[in-house]
């Protein structure tokens, strides 16, 4: 089993940047896919940017190619997300998570952080 803990969140003002981070701990098949998802309150969520444990390969929504990268220290066993240039619509509940085996399908991810929320005001 996976566990992941975010943290990072904060309120910030448009055009500002934040990093998030995600502690990983256990270890499975589920381990294989790492991604940040975010969800607003009424609609569902989405896939935000993945990638794999073990392999440079990255995946991102078009809503922020070009603003977010999102990369890990596997010595620290932690997942970040990098957020640049942010806008009022990023503003949501930004979740990690973890899945396999695919890592660019959003719906392959079955273990999920407990959220850390970002605000951003224009």
Known sequence: QVQLAESGGASVE???SLRLSCVISGSGRNRLCLGWFRQVPGK???GVA???????????ADSVKGRFTISQD???NTLYLQMDDLKPEDTAMYYCASGA????????YVNW????QVTVSS
């Open 113 to 116: 952080g407990q959220g850390t």
């Open 50 to 60: 993945a990638t794999y444990n073990n392999a440079p390969s990255t995946y991102y």
């Open 14 to 16: 448009a055009g500002g």
């Open 101 to 108: 085996p695919t890592c660019g399908t959003w719906s392959n």
């Open 44 to 46: 569902e969520r989405e």
């Open 74 to 76: 596997r010595s620290k």
